[in-house]
């Protein structure tokens, strides 16, 4: 504290009397000062705490909390090395922050502002790009290109099947009344290249573990185009017990509404299978008044999966009787050979 005794001593000193014996007062603690003919006085460190006066030296000033925070600082600053109680002891500003960058800013150099901007500029560059081709990508895998040898009828040699020898046909029982739905239970292929693939798939298969080629007579894929499988009069290994009598049709995918990725009808699909059939009657290998079943209506078996086997119904030509349940091929022929199915 600042007392009596202090301004006496500070009058002394102010008329040049006790010089020798001058004194800094910090702390409430007096300290001798150095003569003026001696060498100015260094204070490394000076702690003021509850008072609002002091000498240094022959100079009176008045040192403020805020003088002695930003002497501390500037002081910490030209420290390379800050120890804990250090930097503890700092004062913190809190500037907002478009306050912080502002200053940055006005504290570069104009070479450092450009720098800055064009670095900027790269980003938002390169970002951009980034976003563009990244759309290109998603556009170019949702819509591929489609590109087949014919519209809607793929024969064997077009999706590049294996070759295969056959020796049973259904000659004995053509023109036949008997068209069979089921569904490959495969994944799903929407172009002409990924349809053409799968069956090389199914093909392989069939062919490595049952020794026998692609079960169904063709096959119909999610591009809606028909694909040949075994073919006209070619027995088929689709139904068990009908197949000597029958036209196997298995669309790609499964049709089973009840899974959560099951795969839809499309009208594409329908038409076309239509047209298929239209041309069996043509070439005379179904009877005119023939009928279309789910392989289901014949076994225990959920082909061609419940969405597919309601499409069916729809047609009117589906047996809704299902007259063929348990016959085998020839009590088929003997019962409805010389009536008429609808």
């Not at 049973?168 to 023109?175: H, I, Q, S, V």
């Not at 694909?227 to 298995?250: K, P």
Request: hydrophobic letters at 35%.
């Amino acid at each position: 504290m600042w007392t009596e005794n202090d301004d006496k001593i500070e009058e002394r000193v102010r008329n040049g009397l006790g010089a020798v014996n001058s004194v800094a007062n910090y702390d409430d603690r007096i300290a001798p000062v150095p003569s003026a003919a001696a060498a100015t006085p260094s204070i490394s460190n000076l702690n003021v705490n509850n008072s609002k006066k002091v000498h240094i030296g022959p100079k009176f000033v008045s040192v403020t909390q805020n003088v002695q925070n930003q002497e501390l600082v500037k002081g910490l600053m030209e420290s390379w090395y800050l120890r804990r109680e250090d930097w503890q002891a700092m004062p913190s500003y809190k500037l907002p922050f478009h306050k912080y960058l502002w200053d940055i800013v006005k504290n570069s150099s104009r070479t450092e502002r450009l720098s800055c901007a064009v670095a900027v500029m790269v980003l938002i560059t390169c970002i951009a790009l980034i976003v563009y081709f990244t759309g290109m990508s998603a556009n170019t895998s949702e819509s591929p290109i489609d590109k087949a040898p014919h519209e809607w009828r793929i024969t064997r040699e077009m999706w590049l099947a294996r070759p295969y020898n056959y020796t049973n046909t259904l000659d004995a029982f053509e023109p036949l009344m008997l068209v069979i739905f089921q569904h490959t239970v495969s994944p799903q292929c929407s172009v002409f290249k990924n349809c053409a693939a799968e069956l090389r798939n199914l093909q392989g298969y069939f062919i490595s573990h049952y020794d026998y080629d692609i079960p169904y007579n063709f096959l119909v894929g999610n591009d809606g185009r028909v694909y040949e499988g075994r073919g006209w009069n070619i027995e088929g290994a689709h139904t068990f017990g009908y197949n000597r009598c029958s036209i196997g049709i298995g669309f790609i995918g499964d049709y089973r509404g009840e899974i959560e990725s099951h795969s839809s009808v499309t009208e594409t699909q329908l038409n076309r299978t239509r047209m298929l059939l239209e041309e069996g009657v043509r070439l005379g290998h179904l009877r005119k008044d023939f009928l279309v079943i789910g392989a289901k209506d014949l076994g225990p078996t959920a082909s061609p999966g419940s969405i597919l086997n309601n499409a069916l119904k729809q047609w009117p030509n589906y047996d809704h009787k299902n007259r063929f349940y348990k016959l085998n091929c020839e009590k088929m022929e003997e019962k409805f050979g010389n009536t008429t199915l609808y």
